[in-house]
């Protein structure tokens, strides 16, 4: 069932909408709930009720942040079925099942256990409070485990098989689905970020305080677990960072060249630190990729590879096939595929009047050729390609601000330790400008993920124009319009009341 | 195990879930009596805050629902999600509104006022339960959809699942849903609440939701035994029409028909205590039934050869607990996941009595600076 253009832009529209605003929420709430138990942890060790105010005070930072994650992550999961319903049927065996563990796992935990992290105070021992708060962390980051988990199948689909007769992909393994090396990849990238994007926002927020000169121990203590806090997860974040693009590299070498903006493929290949792509370069064409560059030789090669001698496919080699490499061109994997999907549909009729000896032989001739089926729906090798631009800056934004943040945790530290940061104004307005670079961050890492992946919904499977819901596009497009009218006006009033109550200051707790 | 089993456990599983998320939904009825139950800006603090405690777990309850479906029976999920587009969509959007209404209502500085939050828990509580009982009613009454030989399917109206709403039964069934949560939530708050001039309110709120509740009920009841049912043949798959199959499928399997009995009269009995003794463990005995209740009408859909989502345009296309499920495979591990159901509720009610052990008072939300 082919859908139009317009229907599977507006379905992408609707889904990065409602995913970009939600993951606006999920890496502060990932990483704060470690803070808040964390603090709360010192304060039932230490007994110093300082502590208690401090862990209230980010808790109460933290419900305003869970409510609205909460209310912009329940349309995803049902986003599958509303707008990628034939992805639902085609995937949904191996699809479904982390979505649901996820649910018996992880929400159940985090809903239980935030009641009383919030309403337990005087109910609940001081012991069974610690516990209740380290749940809920534990809670969030399980919930971020299963969805990257299902979005790390979506990357490198493993474990499965095609079953003709269903017309759809079953689960064979669950442990290779589980396990998927890039879901582990993903995962712990991912939860990382969120770390250190709870560091930067808890640093940054404090550094306010500083600023004004108000709450100032409250503030020494806040940043003192941040800024530790944010540089061991910080470090962490840039080793998992390259774990992940060791994993785009073997299993998405397509991604890994539009995030350097890689056209022509080499060994030693190198890092572009700083570059402007030349808007008018094309596939196969002789135009340098970049008006200006900076590029770190080799760094490519070994980042996707670990070798610095690799060979890094460019875009060119992909698309048009690489003989010495051994890379088949698009045009041949859409011919192959073709034959898949055409052996599918004969095998299908051969059945149904009960033809069983010209079924097998369809069957036999799908097999051989099912591994390409999906580049069987594409039109033109180049929609092979996904957007060159938006990968390239997407990844340099994320990889430039990463470094950054790991520089800005190194110096408050060193500064908090000796004392001094209340006096370096400097730094202070860093930290404090530095929250939103936080979310820019995030909301990059995303888009290299995903707009990385197109034209795929599943690797090399299935892509997204195959696997959006049949429904009128005006439909679609009216379902946009509303949330992005709603998930706006509850971003403003969530703004608006975080400030207040950072102005309000821990004091009033 | 085999498949047949396993689709069965699924079917079961999947309505005891749908049961509990019904059940749940006492926090929204609760939201839809704010201002009939709460007559001062303390009482209705009161009214939140015991809410408050509760909500979430409603909310990942019907996260829940979608995720076993999804799972088990991810034809179910691309057939009607995708399909009546619309209705489901209008189902989340009252939910989305419902997840930052308790937290900004009180925050200062929360741009649209308290009284705009509560509308919005006022529409999560009406709209959105009325919603939800048009789509579990057109598990009953059906919905336009076709399915192709692979599997993909498509709606065949513009309405995309709108047209749902001129059907009575559907709007009873929604009808029904949204008088059952405001009786629960009335006796919930009886069960949680220890102020007198709240408490004082309730048996006169639980009269009439109850009177209105048992007509629709009956109604709903009514309709589906005497209702034409679709029947498959296990063997081939096709798909018929046979008379009075509800009421053919309860005759053959009386058990179910003996717990839906037990369901009504713990519902009925919970009710009545609720009235003449302003009972506080009411809700306990009406929460049962309509679990109970909830769990068999569910079971009777699935079960016995029954056709659980019948297509009007294509009735081959009608879908079954066999054509409809998840592999083997895949079944098979989610039944080993589903080991942990004991866990999960064994916390869940751990963490329950430890929260609930005391009636909550306005003193008690005034004294606490995180109330909502």
Redesign the interface.
């Known amino acids: 069932?082919e859908h139009t253009d317009m229907l599977i832009d507006w379905s992408r529209a609707q889904f990065a909408l409602t995913a970009l605003y939600h993951w606006l929420f999920v890496p502060l709430t990932l990483g704060l709930t470690f803070i808040v138990a964390i603090m709360e942890t010192i304060y039932v060790k230490t007994g110093d009720e300082k502590w208690k105010t401090t862990t209230?005070y980010w808790?109460?930072l933290l419900?305003?942040n869970?409510?609205?994650g909460?209310?912009?992550g329940?349309?995803m999961?049902?986003e599958?079925?509303?707008?990628?319903?034939?992805y639902?049927?085609i995937v949904?065996?191996?699809?479904?099942?982390p979505?649901?563990?996820?649910?018996?796992?992880a929400?159940?935990?985090?809903?239980?256990?935030?009641?009383?992290m919030?309403?337990?105070?005087?109910?609940?021992s001081k012991k069974?409070h610690l516990i209740s708060t380290w749940l809920v962390a534990i809670g969030s980051n399980l919930s971020a485990l299963w969805i990257l988990v299902a979005n790390g199948w979506m990357q490198h689909p493993v474990g499965m098989h095609f079953?003709p007769d269903?017309?759809?992909n079953?689960?064979?393994n669950?442990w290779e689905v589980f396990l998927n090396p890039n879901a582990v990849s993903k995962f712990l990238h991912t939860v990382s970020s969120g770390y250190v994007m709870a560091s930067l926002f808890v640093l940054g927020v404090s550094a306010w305080y500083l600023l004004k000169k108000r709450d100032i121990q409250f503030a020494r203590r806040s940043i003192i677990v941040a800024s530790s806090f944010g540089l061991i997860t910080s470090m962490y974040l840039i080793t998992t960072g390259d774990e992940s693009a060791h994993q785009v590299a073997l299993n998405q070498p397509m991604k890994l060249a539009a995030m350097e903006g890689l056209y022509d493929g080499e060994k030693r290949a190198g890092i572009v630190a700083f570059g402007v792509l030349d808007t008018a370069k094309q596939i196969g064409d002789d135009l340098d990729p970049f008006v200006v560059s900076v590029e770190i030789p080799g760094a490519l090669s070994f980042l996707g590879y670990h070798d610095l001698n690799a060979f890094v496919p460019g875009i060119d080699d992909l698309v048009k096939g690489n003989e010495k490499h051994g890379i088949m061109s698009i045009a041949q994997k859409m011919q192959k595929g073709k034959i898949a999907v055409n052996a599918l549909g004969a095998y299908?009729n051969y059945k149904k009047s009960g033809d069983i000896i010209n079924a097998s032989k369809a069957l036999k001739t799908f097999e051989a050729n099912e591994k390409y089926m999906g580049y069987g729906y594409l039109q033109k090798p180049q929609d092979a390609v996904p957007n060159v631009a938006l990968s390239f800056y997407s990844f340099h934004t994320m990889v430039g601000l990463g470094t950054w943040f790991l520089v800005l945790f190194l110096i408050s530290l060193y500064f908090s330790m000796i004392n001094e940061m209340h006096n370096k104004k400097w730094l202070l307005y860093l930290a404090l400008f530095t929250i939103p670079l936080g979310y820019v961050a995030q909301e990059a890492g995303w888009i290299v993920a995903e707009a990385g992946r197109q034209p795929w919904a599943i690797q090399d499977l299935l892509p997204v124009g195959m696997a959006a819901?049949?429904?009128?596009s005006t439909?679609v497009m009216i379902?946009f319009w509303?949330f992005a009218v709603?998930f706006t006006g509850?971003l403003?009033?969530?703004v608006?009341?975080m400030?207040?109550?950072i102005k309000?200051g821990p004091e009033?707790? | 195990m085999d498949l047949l089993t396993l689709q069965q456990y699924w079917w079961f599983l999947v309505s005891v879930i749908g049961a509990l998320f019904v059940f749940m939904t006492f926090v929204q009825g609760g939201q839809t009596l704010l201002y009939t139950l709460g007559k001062t800006e303390d009482e209705r603090d009161l009214l939140i805050n015991s809410l408050g405690r509760k909500w979430e777990l409603t909310f990942t309850m019907l996260v829940m629902f979608g995720g076993a479906l999804f799972a088990a029976f991810p034809l179910f999920y691309a057939v009607s999600f995708g399909g009546a587009y619309y209705v489901w969509m209008a189902i989340l959007f009252c939910f989305i509104i419902q997840a930052v209404a308790y937290e900004y209502r009180k925050k200062p500085d929360n741009l649209y006022g308290e009284k705009f939050y509560e509308k919005l828990l006022y529409i999560n509580g009406s709209l959105g339960i009325f919603l939800i009982g048009v789509a579990l009613g057109t598990l009953f009454s059906g919905g336009n959809f076709i399915v192709n030989d692979s599997h993909l399917s498509h709606w065949t109206l513009q309405s995309y699942g709108l047209e749902a709403l001129l059907n009575p039964f559907n709007v009873a069934f929604g009808l029904m849903l949204v008088f059952l949560s405001r009786l629960q939530g009335a006796l919930y708050f009886l069960n949680n609440i220890a102020e007198q001039s709240i408490v004082a309110r309730i048996k006169k709120v639980v009269t009439v939701n109850f009177a209105m509740f048992l007509v629709l009920f009956l109604f709903v009841l009514g309709a589906v035994l005497f209702m034409d049912g679709l029947v498959y043949d296990p063997a081939t798959g096709v798909v018929s029409v046979k008379s009075m199959k509800f009421l053919h499928s309860f005759l053959d399997m009386p058990f179910l028909l003996l717990l839906l009995l037990v369901g009504v009269v713990s519902l009925l009995w919970g009710v009545f205590i609720g009235i003449k003794k302003t009972a506080q463990k009411a809700i306990w005995f009406s929460g049962f039934g309509t679990i109970v209740t909830v769990t068999i009408l569910m079971l009777i859909l699935g079960w016995d050869n029954s056709v659980y989502y019948p297509s009007l345009v294509d009735i081959q296309s009608s879908l079954t607990i066999q054509n409809s499920s998840g592999s083997h495979y895949t079944l098979t591990v989610m039944s080993v996941v589903s080991l942990l159901v004991p866990v999960v509720a064994t916390y869940i009610f751990f963490v329950w009595r430890s929260m609930d052990k005391t009636q909550m008072t306005i003193d008690e939300v005034k004294s606490d600076p995180h109330h909502y």
Do not use: C, Y
């Open positions: 069932m209230k808790m109460g419900a305003i869970f409510a609205i909460l209310a912009t329940i349309i999961e049902f599958f079925g509303t707008n990628w319903s034939n639902s049927w949904g065996d191996i699809f479904g099942a979505l649901a563990i996820e649910g018996l796992m929400f159940f935990m985090e809903s239980t256990f935030f009641a009383v919030f309403f337990g105070w005087d109910k609940v069974m079953n269903t017309a759809r079953e689960m064979q669950f299908k819901s049949n429904v009128a439909s379902t509303l709603l509850l403003i009033a969530e608006k009341i400030l207040k109550q309000i009033e707790h």
